[in-house]
Structure formats: C-alpha cells, structure tokens
C-alpha cells in the first residue's frame, strides 16, 4: 500500500513539480518569464499542444535533454518515473512501462526464442522493437523523447501493449542556418576516463530545400574489473557436472584460469554514428522528408558485477564483445489535399549484432555438462556407443569447463505507412490510415564447449535439408548452435473519430484491425560425442519438420478498440478517461512439442499465444497558479491475461528455453509530473510513479511461477524525480546551478520463483553548475554525487548471480557552441 511516507514523498513531488518527465520544452538557461511553456507533441498522429491533447504523454524537450545530459538509452530512462528497464549493457535492454514487467530473456537467445517487447520503441515514425535487443540510439540534435503509457494499440499496433517510447529527431529547416557542437570530458571514480564530441548543422541550401547533418563519437570508460580466478567443475554446485551415465571411480578435475582476460575497468563503450536529412517544400502544401541514419555501438566487458568476487568486480574466462550497427532510411511525402492532411511515411532498418559472451557459468546449471567436459572409464561404451577407444581413460577427467557464446544477428524491417487526417477546428475530426510491416530476425547462436575438441566429438553440421542460413559445418569447439529465421508479417487498418458535442465535451472512437503472420525457420544442433554413431542418431531439430512443427506460419487476426471522454473544465484545466487494450503477438517455441524428460511436467506446447492488456485510466492537465504551475497526472488500472512468461530449464523438461502464457495479473497506479517557475530565477520540477502490481491467476504448466498474490518483478511500487535549477545573470554570463535526485524502491528481480530475488531501493543525485555567454556555454557536473551502488536488474542469466548497477560517481566538464 502507498505508505504516509510515501504518499508525503509523492505529493512533495507534486508540490514541487515535475522534473524529468515534464512535458515541455523547459527552463531556458537564462532568466524568463514565470508562465510555463509547452511543447508540441504527435502523440495522436496529429501535431497537438500537449495540454489540449486528451492522452497521457510525458516527454523530455530538447532543453530538458540538454539540461539533464542526456546521451544513450539508460540516461534518458532514469530521468521517467514510471519507465524501468531490466538489461546488462548498452543495446541489451527490456523496456517497462506502467509495472507491465517480466524479466528479460538472455541476449544469447533472444533471437532464436526471445518474445517481442511489449514496450514499442520508434525512432520518429519507424518501429524499431527487437526481443531483448533495444536499439540505443544516442541523443544527439533530439527534438524531444516521448512516452505514452499504457495500450497505445490502435495507433501504433503490435507491441505497443504497456505502451511506446518515441525518439523525434529535429528535422531540417529554412529559417535559418544553424551550427554547433558539444564536448565534454569525464572522470569515473576508480574507473576510466570518458569523452564524447557532437555536432550539427542546418543549411538552407535554397528558399525551398534544407539539409541538416548530426555527427557524434562518444567514448564510455569502463569501471569494472575482471579480477583473476580459476574455474573448476564442483559437483556440489551442480551434481550432473560429474555424472554422464557412469560413476566414475577416480575424477579428475582440470582448472581453467582466465589470468588471459585480466584487466582494471574493462567495460568500455563507444556510440559512433551520424544523421543526415533532406527536406524538399515541391509546393506551398506539400513537402518531402529523407533521412539517413547510422551508428556503431561497441562494448568489451560486462555491466553486471558479481557481489561474491567484489565490488564492481567479476572473473570471466571467455571473451565478452559486442559490435551493434545499424543503419535506417526514412521518407515521408506529406501535404494536403483540400482540408485533408495526407501522409505517406516508410523507412528500412537494418541491423547487424554481433557478440562474444563468456558462458563457463552454465557449468553450475547444466544437465549434461560431464557429457560435454569429461572423458569415460567404462570399456563398454566403446561396443554400445562406439566411442573412440583413445577416449576410453583408466581414471575419469574432467577437461577445460570454459564455455562462451559467439552470436550473430541480422535484423531488417520495411514499414509503410499512409494516413489521412481532417482539421482540428472542425466539430469533428478524424485520422484514418494503413500500415504494413516486415521484419526479419536472421540468428547464428554458436556455444563454444572448448573440452569438446579434445573428447573426439564429431564436426557439428546443420541437419540436411533444414531451412539454415549458414550451411557450413561449425568450427572445432561448437558443442550446440541455433540456426534461425524469425519472420513477422502484418497488414493493418486504423482510425480514430472525434467529435466535438459542445466546446467543453468530446468523445474518441478508436479502432485497429490487425492481420499477422509469424514464421520460425531452420534448426538447432547438438554435436555428437560419446554417442557418435550410436543409436541415438537425432543431433538436432529441422523447424519445418519435427516436434510439430511445419512449414506453416503462425496467424493472428483481431480489432483493438480505444474509447476516450475528455472535458475542458476551463482554458487551463482538461480531464478525460480512456479505456484502451493492447497486444503482443506470439510465436513459436524452439523448445516445443519435445517429449518431456520429467514426467512432472508436460510436455511444451509448440506455440505460444498473443497476450491482452485491458486498461482504464482517468486523468487531467492543468496550468494553475497564472500558468506558472503545471500538473499533469492520471489514474489506471491494467488487467493483463495470459503473460507469456520465459524460462530455461536445462534438464527437465525440453532442455532448452521456452515460453508459456502462465499468468494472469492486474496492476492499479498513479503517475503525475509537474513544473513550478517559483521565481524569475528558480524552477522545481518533479514526478512520480507507484505500481500495486499482483499475479492473480497462475495456469503455468511448465514453468514454476512464483504464487499468487506475488508482485510483478521489476517494478518498484514507488518511484520519483525531484529537479531545481536556478538561473541568475553574472554581469555578461547567464548563469545557472541545478540538483536532481532519482529514488525507486526495492523490486523483485523476476516472476520465476527459482531465479527470483529482492532488489535494493536506491537514491541517486546529480549537480550542475554552468555559464554561458552569447553562443559558448561551460558546465560542471557530477553524476551520482553520492557513488550509490543501485541494483537495476539482478539476474543469473550466465548461472551466476550479478548485479546491473549504475555508473560510479562521474565528474564532467561540458563545453558548447551554438550559432543560430
């Protein structure tokens, strides 16, 4: 329940108004007039005032991203209430909205069995939501970051369940030419030093075409240490690392140092990128929009630290790499025709990841690691088995555990989209339109077993016939790999109608029509070892033919409806309601229609189905106080059926990881953000978030769910933002100082019960202190002033506990430039 001291917090937050999620272009640097300001936003498909529109939306102005340092996906994330993410470094993130949490899968399957989010992520008009996999793109020459919480599926469709975090790039214009850069240079305690260099330029090239060009190269420090260690197989960790169907009468166990990999601050990071665009005005009425954008995102390292080894500090024994490039061209064709708005916008993603991850943990877990690891004593095995005999050893031993992970992934989607919108000034008004979407999710999943080289184990090769994208036999090493194709297809119809029954009081009529086909293609491979020739002589599985498994894809259709009610109490005041549902789509289990291997569970279904949100929410926007305070909040309760809930059960069930729709929940919670220009000179913001999230029903048939009653993980009940920034002039300079402090309270780590722990609540601060004098400004800051250590996401992905945190406490020196 939200507690007296909570609900002080909370309305502390309120009273002094919102700070990282207030919706509006925000305090300029220098001294202003105390009426708050607001943005624009397209929330609604439509350019609206973010006052007038009946919907909940929180952004963060370009301003408001300048003030706060904005630069990648985590920096933007923990300045919104009610916004969590579970993840393990740049581009491996879960995004949550509302308390709509299930704890992520991991990055080394997300491609081959990974859901989709049930958070949508844009980059202006283009869907760009991957399983487990968030596009980072860093923020540079942003216009704004919004959010909309809750089921946004009738405008923007599949996965847009809990809701949709949009990036709006700023776009080119003939008003002007426009240039400047930012630079900056930190220092992490006990960690390494970090530098990033931005730029851009608007240039009016004639009276009716401009282009505009953003540059970035951001250089991220590591802080966290690979400290050395040894790794040796221990049986009373994990019994099966010494049985493999014999009992061997002497075992001897080999150790697998990582003094190779040892190395102070190792998870360094780089954003390097571009974007360029060009807009074309062909007539008074119509314009055209092409924009490219790319960006390399590298990392070494992990982000998580293992509390049992040390603070900040983890032993790895495989390389951890990661390169994730993308790159994607957008056009938007828009004009009127009459009164009619016309747009036609399409865009092309492409999305090449690749990634190295140490995974000698799964020797802890494994069911069938003595298999993979060590040799055998019985001379028996040689007739039964057809072991090689050189394998055959007087005493059991056990090999080099090292295990790793080398992946590659290639994500492509094709949107198009056209839509047709009726003027605001009329008593109603409509925006009806089409969208088609195409993704394809191409996964090579390599897991590298380095003792299988040395036990005779067969060249690992795809199975004939099998739909693969790489027909080559595996390297030396590669124990199992998954060879995937993920397809999505879906063809839409949506609209919403609005009409105006007196001045004050309109209703919302909103529809989508979806049809959808998924497909899942190619196989998984074991390679052969002791069984090699043998009467086991299924080493994998084609999913075109096996399991129940087939050629056919997987087909959805539905409506998604959206009612809202809003009344205009005064100029400044507006309430509404919405009731809205949501949907994610489902898809295939790789792990599927195997027989079970323990007769206590059943057997996993083949498919997994789409699960359905329904929202209620009531909510308001008001400028009080002569519009200096502004207070934007709403009121909501989710029920959510049929949760497709992850898990991976290395031995009793179907060996791999599935999904099962287990669950059933509902959550009630309030969210609201303000801004007070208290003086010429000050402005509070703040916000805040709390989530009574419970499971309400558990029908999971494989998967052991935590009870009922239990808290959705991930989700801190309460969580706020509070925000001062001061601006005073000093003879030439605009001066200014700012304080900003995160809390989030503790949260559970995940909805299995075995993998399920408590998260600490934490409490974060920030300070900055700046001049600026005609185009040039300088700022101080510092991140984490108090070098809080918060537990972000706990999880045992590699099968040892560790811990996300955030970055230690960083000092910075900004320098900027801006030319209008």
């Given at each position: 329940?939200?507690?007296?001291?909570?609900?002080?917090i909370?309305i502390?937050?309120?009273?002094?108004?919102?700070?990282?999620?207030?919706?509006?272009?925000?305090?300029?640097?220098?001294?202003?007039?105390?009426?708050?300001?607001?943005i624009?936003?397209t929330?609604?498909?439509?350019t609206?005032?973010?006052?007038?529109a009946?919907?909940?939306?929180?952004?963060?102005?370009?301003?408001?991203?300048?003030?706060?340092g904005?630069?990648?996906?985590?920096?933007?994330?923990?300045?919104?209430?009610?916004?969590?993410?579970?993840g393990?470094?740049?581009?491996?993130?879960?995004?949550?909205?509302?308390?709509?949490?299930?704890?992520?899968?991991?990055?080394?399957?997300?491609?081959?069995?990974?859901?989709?989010?049930?958070v949508?992520?844009?980059?202006?008009?283009?869907?760009?939501?991957?399983?487990?996999?968030?596009?980072?793109?860093?923020?540079?020459?942003?216009?704004r970051?919004?959010v909309?919480?809750?089921p946004?599926?009738t405008?923007f469709?599949?996965?847009?369940q809990?809701?949709?975090?949009?990036?709006?790039?700023?776009?080119?214009?003939l008003?002007g030419?426009?240039?400047?850069?930012?630079?900056s240079?930190?220092?992490?305690?006990?960690?390494?030093?970090?530098?990033?260099?931005?730029?851009?330029i608007?240039?009016?090239?004639t009276?009716?075409?401009?282009?505009r060009?953003?540059?970035?190269s951001?250089?991220r420090?590591g802080?966290?240490?690979?400290?050395a260690?040894?790794?040796?197989?221990?049986?009373?960790?994990?019994?099966?690392?010494?049985?493999?169907?014999?009992?061997?009468?002497d075992?001897?166990y080999?150790?697998?140092?990582?003094?190779?990999?040892v190395?102070k601050?190792?998870?360094?990071?780089?954003?390097?990128?571009?974007?360029?665009?060009?807009?074309?005005?062909?007539?008074?009425?119509?314009?055209?929009?092409?924009?490219?954008?790319q960006?390399?995102?590298?990392?070494?390292?992990?982000?998580d630290?293992?509390?049992?080894?040390?603070?900040?500090?983890?032993?790895?024994?495989?390389?951890?790499?990661?390169?994730?490039?993308?790159?994607?061209?957008s056009?938007?064709?828009?004009?009127?025709?009459?009164?009619?708005?016309?747009?036609?916008?399409?865009?092309?993603?492409?999305?090449?990841?690749?990634?190295?991850?140490?995974?000698?943990?799964?020797?802890?877990?494994?069911?069938?690691?003595?298999?993979?690891?060590?040799?055998y004593?019985?001379?028996?095995?040689?007739?039964?088995?057809?072991?090689?005999?050189?394998?055959?050893?007087?005493?059991?031993?056990?090999l080099?555990?090292?295990?790793?992970?080398?992946?590659?992934?290639e994500?492509?989607?094709?949107?198009?989209?056209?839509?047709?919108?009726?003027?605001?000034?009329?008593?109603?008004?409509?925006?009806?339109?089409?969208?088609?979407?195409?993704?394809?999710?191409?996964?090579?999943?390599?897991?590298?077993?380095?003792?299988?080289q040395?036990?005779?184990?067969?060249?690992?090769?795809?199975?004939s016939?099998?739909?693969?994208?790489?027909?080559?036999?595996?390297?030396?090493g590669?124990?199992?790999?998954?060879?995937?194709?993920?397809?999505e297809?879906?063809?839409?119809?949506?609209?919403?109608?609005?009409?105006?029954?007196?001045?004050?009081?309109?209703?919302?009529?909103?529809?989508?029509?979806?049809?959808?086909?998924?497909?899942?293609?190619?196989?998984s491979?074991?390679?052969?070892?002791?069984?090699?020739?043998?009467?086991?002589?299924?080493?994998?599985?084609?999913?075109?033919?096996?399991?129940?498994h087939?050629?056919?894809?997987?087909?959805?259709?539905?409506?998604?409806?959206?009612?809202?009610?809003?009344?205009?109490?005064?100029?400044?005041?507006l309430?509404?309601a919405?009731?809205?549902?949501?949907?994610?789509?489902?898809?295939?289990?790789?792990?599927?229609?195997?027989?079970?291997?323990?007769?206590?569970?059943?057997?996993?279904?083949?498919?997994?189905?789409?699960?359905?949100?329904?929202?209620?929410?009531?909510?308001?926007?008001s400028?009080?106080?002569?519009?200096?305070?502004?207070?934007?909040?709403?009121?909501?309760?989710?029920?959510?059926?049929?949760?497709?809930?992850?898990?991976?059960?290395?031995?009793?069930?179907s060996?791999?990881?599935?999904?099962?729709n287990?669950?059933?929940?509902?959550?009630?919670?309030?969210?609201?953000?303000?801004?007070?220009?208290?003086?010429?000179?000050?402005?509070?913001?703040?916000?805040?978030?709390?989530?009574?999230?419970?499971?309400?029903?558990?029908?999971?048939?494989?998967?052991?769910?935590?009870?009922?009653?239990?808290?959705?993980?991930?989700?801190?009940?309460?969580?706020?933002?509070?925000?001062?920034?001061?601006?005073?002039?000093?003879?030439?300079?605009?001066?200014?100082?700012?304080?900003?402090?995160?809390?989030?309270?503790?949260?559970?780590?995940s909805?299995?019960?075995?993998d399920?722990k408590r998260?600490?609540?934490?409490?974060?601060?920030?300070?900055?202190?700046?001049?600026?004098?005609?185009?040039?400004?300088?700022?101080?800051?510092?991140?984490?002033?108090?070098?809080?250590?918060?537990?972000?996401?706990?999880?045992?992905?590699?099968?040892?506990?560790r811990?996300?945190?955030?970055?230690?406490?960083?000092?910075?020196?900004?320098?900027?430039y801006d030319?209008f």
């Open positions: 329940m939200l507690t007296p001291r909570k609900l002080s909370a502390l937050s309120a009273l002094t108004a919102s700070g990282a999620v207030q919706a509006q272009d925000d305090a300029p640097t220098t001294p202003s007039t105390k009426e708050v300001e607001t624009t936003v929330a609604a498909k439509r609206q005032n973010i006052q007038e009946p919907v909940a939306v929180q952004a963060l102005g370009e301003r408001t991203l300048k003030a706060l904005v630069g990648n996906f985590d920096d933007y994330v923990r300045y919104m209430p009610n916004v969590s993410a579970g393990r470094g740049p581009g491996q993130s879960s995004v949550y909205i509302r308390g709509m949490a299930i704890q992520p899968i991991t990055v080394m399957l997300s491609g081959a069995q990974g859901t989709m989010p049930n949508a992520l844009y980059l202006d008009e283009q869907p760009v939501t991957a399983p487990g996999r968030n596009l980072d793109v860093y923020v540079t020459d942003i216009e970051v919004e909309l919480p809750g946004q599926g405008l469709g599949a996965s847009s809990a809701g949709t975090v949009r990036l709006i790039t700023k776009k080119p214009r008003d030419f426009e240039a400047g850069f930012k630079a240079l930190e220092s992490t305690k006990s960690g390494e030093m970090s530098n990033a260099v931005e730029s851009y608007n240039l009016p090239i009276n009716d075409f401009a282009v060009g953003a540059f970035y951001v250089q420090g802080y966290i240490d690979n400290v260690g040894e790794f040796t197989l221990d049986p009373t960790v994990n019994p099966d690392s010494a049985v493999a169907g014999v009992v061997p009468d075992t001897l080999t150790s697998v140092s990582n003094v190779h990999l190395e601050d190792f998870n360094d990071s780089f954003y390097q990128g571009f974007r360029l665009g060009a807009r074309y005005w062909i007539a008074e009425d119509w314009e055209l929009l092409v924009q490219h954008t960006q390399q995102l590298g990392a070494d390292g992990v982000f630290y293992d509390p049992e080894v040390g603070d900040l500090q983890v032993q790895r024994y495989f390389p951890d790499e990661l390169e994730d490039t993308f790159g994607q061209t056009w938007t064709l828009k004009g009127r025709l009459g009164a009619l708005e016309m747009v036609y916008t399409g865009a092309y993603l492409d999305r090449e990841v690749e990634q190295s991850i140490d995974y000698t943990g799964y020797n802890n877990s494994g069911g069938f690691i003595a298999y993979y690891t060590c040799t004593t019985n001379p028996d095995y040689i007739v039964n088995y057809g072991i090689d005999p050189t394998l055959i050893t007087e005493n059991r031993q056990c080099d555990p090292t295990k790793g992970f080398k992946g590659f992934q994500h492509s989607r094709q949107t198009h989209e056209f839509r047709v919108s009726t003027p605001d000034y009329e008593k109603w008004r409509a925006v009806a339109g089409v969208f088609m979407d195409k993704v394809d999710i191409e996964t090579q999943d390599d897991f590298i077993y380095t003792a299988t040395h036990l005779g184990f067969a060249p690992n090769a795809p199975i016939g099998a739909n693969n994208i790489n027909p080559d036999t595996r390297p030396a590669v124990a199992f790999f998954n060879d995937i194709t993920r397809t297809e879906q063809v839409a119809l949506f609209g919403e109608f609005t009409y105006k029954f007196t001045d004050k009081f309109s209703a919302t009529l909103g529809l989508r029509y979806y049809d959808m086909e998924s497909d899942y293609t190619g196989s491979n074991f390679a052969d070892g002791i069984f090699q020739g043998s009467k086991n002589t299924d080493r994998g599985r084609d999913y075109d033919a096996s399991g129940g087939s050629e056919e894809p997987l087909k959805a259709d539905d409506w998604i409806p959206k009612v809202n009610l809003s009344y205009q109490a005064t100029k400044d005041v309430f509404y919405t009731y809205s549902e949501g949907f994610r789509p489902g898809g295939f289990n790789r792990g599927g229609g195997i027989p079970s291997a323990n007769p206590d569970f059943p057997t996993v279904g083949v498919t997994y189905q789409t699960d359905d949100v329904t929202n209620y929410e009531f909510g308001w926007k400028l009080l106080l002569d519009r200096t305070l502004r207070f934007n909040g709403n009121l909501y309760y989710v029920e959510w059926s049929d949760m497709q809930v992850s898990r991976f059960d290395p031995q009793n069930v060996i791999l990881t599935f999904i099962e287990a669950a059933d929940s509902e959550i009630r919670g309030i969210e609201a953000d303000m801004v007070w220009n208290a003086t010429d000179n000050l402005t509070l913001y703040g916000a805040f978030s709390y989530n009574d999230t419970e499971l309400t029903s558990v029908s999971a048939q494989v998967i052991e769910m935590a009870p009922v009653g239990s808290e959705l993980p991930l989700t801190p009940k309460f969580q706020s933002t509070l925000r001062a920034r001061y601006a005073w002039y000093a003879g030439e300079y605009d001066a200014y100082w700012q304080v900003a402090a995160q809390y989030a309270d503790d949260a559970w780590s909805i299995v019960a075995a399920r998260q600490d609540s934490y409490l974060t601060a920030d300070a900055s202190l700046g001049v600026r004098k005609d185009q040039w400004g300088v700022e101080l800051y510092i991140q984490n002033l108090t070098d809080e250590r918060a537990d972000l996401f706990i999880n045992d992905q590699d099968d040892i506990t811990i996300s945190t955030n970055r230690p406490r960083t000092i910075g020196l900004r320098l900027t030319y």
